[in-house]
């Protein structure tokens, strides 16, 4: 291009109509514009908004299971004074950090109560991670005896979710 055409595009532009399409792309989040009216084109161009990335959740590594001894040697935790250490118990750890659910939504029914039988594919909940809702699943078979978290409650990874008797 010239630098005589160049002056002209640039004399024919009116700033106030470029404020106006400037605002209207910011406003509708347009990333390119480009407007031609007889001789005259203006293209404007402004940096895209960075989106979120959108990517596959991680896979989710299978709950770890321990006995209840082993995990007690674990410096995640240590068992409280009144507690016994070798029930014969195992556990069903959280593979992640999150929130704990023990149901698929507020208004259902819980994946599992107390005295419910397990096998190693069924669920025993959720924890939501980053607006993710991972399914965990026993990955042993036995009676849940005791549920360690509350629903809604924050959990760590590592950290017993349930006690299971085998």
Do not use: H, W
């Amino acid at each position: 291009m010239s630098e005589d055409s160049k002056k002209t595009v640039f004399k024919a532009v009116d700033i106030e109509k470029m404020k106006e399409l400037t605002t209207v792309m910011s406003e509708n989040n347009i990333c390119e514009l480009e407007i031609i009216n007889d001789d005259n084109k203006i293209y404007l161009r402004r940096p895209e908004p960075q989106a979120p990335v959108m990517q596959s959740p991680a896979p989710v590594a299978a709950p770890v299971v321990m006995p209840a001894a082993a995990s007690a040697n674990a410096p995640a935790a240590a068992p409280a004074a009144d507690e016994s250490v070798d029930d014969g118990l195992a556990e069903i750890i959280s593979p992640i950090v999150g929130t704990f659910y023990t149901s698929p939504s507020p208004d259902a029914d819980p994946f599992v109560k107390k005295g419910d039988k397990v096998s190693d594919e069924s669920v025993v909940c959720i924890v939501e991670a980053m607006k993710v809702m991972n399914e965990i699943k026993a990955e042993l078979s036995g009676v849940i005896e005791e549920i360690l978290v509350s629903n809604g409650e924050a959990v760590e990874f590592g950290q017993p979710l349930f006690k299971v008797r085998q």
